[in-house]
């Protein structure tokens, strides 16, 4: 089982704002915060996100660079799926993938791909 991934990011507020919308939806719980980062934690794994220093903020992630491609959580149904779909546009996340939206990863996978306001690649996959 994974313990916890730490993920540096460019702008800590605007990653709260989003990540405290999409984790709890996930079923994660804030567990860790302090001045410089925070932390959402589910079962026994959980999600690090620290503000990046001022000197390594001029060269931005880009997933298709060596190191993370994406992030891939489970989702509970093809119903959250979709109802996430929906918030996602509400909020003004762009889908990837429109044209095979939800079938983007083939014809027996139910998944729905967006970004995070660093463009990290995300996903929430329904199960079979």
Known sequence: MLHHVE????NLEKSRNFYEFLLPYLG???YQEWPKGFSYIKDQT????????????????????T??????????SREQVDQLT????????????KDRHPYAGGNQYYAVFFED????KL?????I
Do not use: C, W
């Not at 993920?7 to 460019?10: A, G, Q």
């Not at 959980?46 to 660079?65: D, I, K």
């Not at 306001?117 to 990290?120: A, E, I, L, N, S």
């Not at 996903?123 to 199960?127: D, F, G, I, Y």
């Open 123 to 127: 996903e929430v996959v329904a199960p």
């Open 67 to 76: 190191g993370l491609n994406h992030l891939a959580f489970h989702g509970e």
């Open 117 to 120: 306001p660093d463009r990290v």
């Open 28 to 30: 994660y719980e804030l």
């Open 7 to 10: 993920i540096n990011v460019s």
């Open 46 to 65: 959980y999600l690090v996100f620290v503000q990046t220093e001022m000197n390594h903020l001029e060269h931005s992630y880009h997933r298709g660079h």
């Open 86 to 97: 929906l918030v996602l546009k509400e909020r003004q996340v762009s889908i990837l993938y």
